[in-house]
Each structure stands twice: as C-alpha cells, then as structure tokens.
C-alpha cells in the first residue's frame, strides 16, 4: 500500500486519556507529510530523468549500431573496389599481353616474309649471274670463233705483231 502525504495529513488518532499532545502530533504529521511529499517530487524528477537518459542512451546506441552498420558497408565496398581494380587490372595486363602476342606474332610473319623475299632475291640473284656469266661466255666463245675465222679469211685485220 501507498500511503501519499495527503493521508499522511488526513491521518486520524483516538484520543485517549493522557495521550499525545494532539498539536504536537498534528505538527509532526504535517512536517512529515511535507518531507514525504518532497521525496516524492524527488524521486519522481529522478525518474523522469532517468528515462530521459535512458532515451538517449537508446539513440546513442542506435546511431552507434548505424555507424557500425555504416563501417561494415563501406568496408564490403572497399573490399569490392579493390577486388574489381585488380580484376580490371588483371584483365588490362591479359589484353596488353594479348595485344603484345599479335605484334610478336606479326612481326614474326614479317620477318619470315622478309627473310622470303631476300631467299627469292638472292635465287634471282644468282640466276641473274650465272645467265650473265653464260651470256659472258657465249659472247666470249663468239670472240674466239671470230677471231679464228676471221684470222684466217680477212686481209684486212691488223697482222700480229711480230717479234
């Protein structure tokens, strides 16, 4: 049971021969009533604060757990940004060694070209020369054919010289 500081007033006691001096009692009951009323006050104000500091103790941690949520997200998406930069680097270094692959490749076939051409130049070459030397050597041959024909038949070619 509750008792308030109005019972604490209304409060009512028998009279009985040689009992308590009633002012007194009626004093006494009244400066306890106000006491009792000012803890009352008291301890209702405690309350009140107390659920004030409770409230807010509830949205610090509430903003706490958003903030920590907050962290673990930006975290992940850290984690994601660096997985997908080194995924796209990895895909550039594979497409930069792609692309180097087909320049050596076709430099390659450029030089294998190359080195064709020069083979079908050189063998042109050496056809050339020995059709030169061949063309040489009948023009040589006619010389000498000539010179023995024409030696024997023809008065008027100079006469070796004698010694």
């Known amino acids: 049971m509750k008792i308030t500081p109005l019972d604490i007033q209304q409060q009512q006691f028998r009279v009985r021969f040689r009992g308590f001096d009633m002012v007194e009692v009626d004093n006494f009951l009244d400066l306890l009533a106000n006491e009792f009323e000012e803890l009352l006050k008291e301890n209702s104000q405690l309350r009140d604060e107390e ?4 409230a807010r103790i509830n949205e610090l941690e509430a903003e706490e757990k958003e903030l920590r949520n907050a ?3 930006v975290q992940r998406i850290t984690e994601e940004m660096k997985n997908n930069a080194r ?12 692309n180097a692959r ?6 390659h076939a450029q030089t294998l070209q190359v ?10 070459r050496a056809q050339l020369e020995a059709s030169l030397k061949a063309t040489l050597e009948m023009h040589l041959q006619l010389l000498e054919t000539f010179k023995k024909d024409s030696g024997d038949s023809d008065p008027a070619s100079p006469a070796p010289p004698r010694s």
């Not at 659920?51 to 409770?54: A, D, G, L």
């Not at 550039?92 to 792609?98: R, S, Y």
């Not at 087909?102 to 430099?107: F, H």
């Not at 080195?115 to 042109?124: F, P, V």
């Open 51 to 54: 659920r004030r500091k409770m």
């Open 71 to 73: 962290l673990v997200s």
């Open 87 to 98: 995924k796209e680097g990895e895909l550039i270094i594979e497409e930069a060694k792609g």
């Open 102 to 107: 087909k320049i050596v490749d076709s430099a």
């Open 115 to 124: 080195e064709a051409e020069i083979n079908h130049l050189q063998r042109q």
